[in-house]
């Protein structure tokens, strides 16, 4: 079967200091996988995606996250977190070869001053 | 390159009455998802058609939901009766690949249009 779960559903950080926002996945197929934002009343933006090439993916705005097969992770980082950043974080799963994305429950990133 | 177009942004509606949402999806894109979200929670797949034919339709409650995208283009996904559940942001998406490859060629969501039932 194939799922995502991300471990916080709320992550809180000061503005300037580094944020880790947590994710594992289970798949029967060798995995794609993403990492969406969505800010207030707007549309799902792609930060990055790993599609089975280099295991450490860069995305925008300063975002990375590291595929570890091993742990069947893919968390998402950024070195210093800024005021926009405050989100929500959805890691997203791609089922098999369907096209379909598997949504974890989200992450939501506060930014405090 | 427009967007994916969603219409109408908000509705709010009574049980049991009926509601159409529509989706134009970006011009050549041959795949076009709806999803449903449901606040406090990641957008979960409704439908899926590649072209004008549906791929998968595994978790559309069938018996009050209904999609269909007639010429491959745009799409309307509607409830009827409704039911306080639906309450929820139904998104659109559009890849231009088909199936497997839109992971590589990547997916556009629509702003969603937020459904109310009372």
């Known amino acids: 079967a194939q799922s995502v779960t991300q471990l916080d559903s709320h992550v809180s950080v000061s503005e300037g200091t580094p944020v880790l926002l947590r994710c594992n996945y289970s798949?029967?197929?060798?995995?794609?996988l993403f990492w969406y934002v969505q800010h207030p009343n707007k549309g799902l933006q792609l930060l990055l995606k790993y599609t089975s090439a280099a295991t450490l993916v860069k995305g925008i705005n300063g975002f990375e996250a590291e595929f570890k097969k091993s742990e069947t992770s893919f968390h998402l980082t950024k070195p210093s977190a800024h005021m926009s950043d405050a989100a929500e974080y959805f890691c997203v799963l791609g089922s098999g070869n369907t096209g379909k994305l598997i949504f974890g429950q989200g992450t939501t990133l506060q930014v405090k001053p | 390159e427009a967007g994916v177009a969603q219409s109408p942004r908000y509705k709010i509606i009574e049980k049991r009455q009926s509601v159409a949402f529509w989706c134009n999806p970006i011009?050549?894109?041959?795949?076009l998802y709806w999803y449903q979200q449901i606040l406090g929670q990641g957008p979960k797949l409704l439908i899926q058609?590649?072209?004008?034919?549906?791929?998968?339709d595994s978790q559309l409650p069938k018996d009050r939901f209904s999609a269909e995208r007639l010429k491959g283009v745009d799409s309307t996904l509607k409830i009827q009766p409704a039911k306080l559940e639906d309450s929820a942001v139904y998104l659109c998406?559009?890849?231009?690949?088909?199936?497997?490859?839109?992971?590589?060629?990547?997916?556009?969501f629509g702003s969603g249009t937020r459904l109310t039932v009372v």
């Open positions: 798949s029967s197929y060798s995995p794609s």
């Open positions: 998406a559009s890849s231009a690949a088909g199936t497997g490859d839109s992971y590589n060629y990547g997916y556009t």
């Open positions: 058609f590649q072209n004008n034919g549906v791929v998968d």
């Open positions: 011009s050549g894109h041959a795949t």
